[in-house]
């Protein structure tokens, strides 16, 4: 069973939401001072690019 383009981006998506979505928790949740702003910026850059890579499903 081979995985075409999509499917690599699909995976992929899929993989930096999760990561996203947990560095943001881990911003927000464990490290409530200065350093949970890192976590947050880099979980919304990690959402920001799994938006790329969904927007290039199909294109590519």
Request: aromatic content about 16%.
């Amino acid at each position: 069973m081979g995985m075409n383009k999509n499917t690599i981006l699909g995976w992929a998506s899929f993989l930096m939401i999760v990561m996203g979505l947990l560095l943001i928790g881990l911003g927000v949740f464990k490290y409530s001072e200065i350093s949970g702003w890192g976590f947050g910026a880099a979980g919304v850059g990690f959402l920001a690019n799994a938006w790329v890579f969904s927007s290039l499903k199909g294109r590519v």
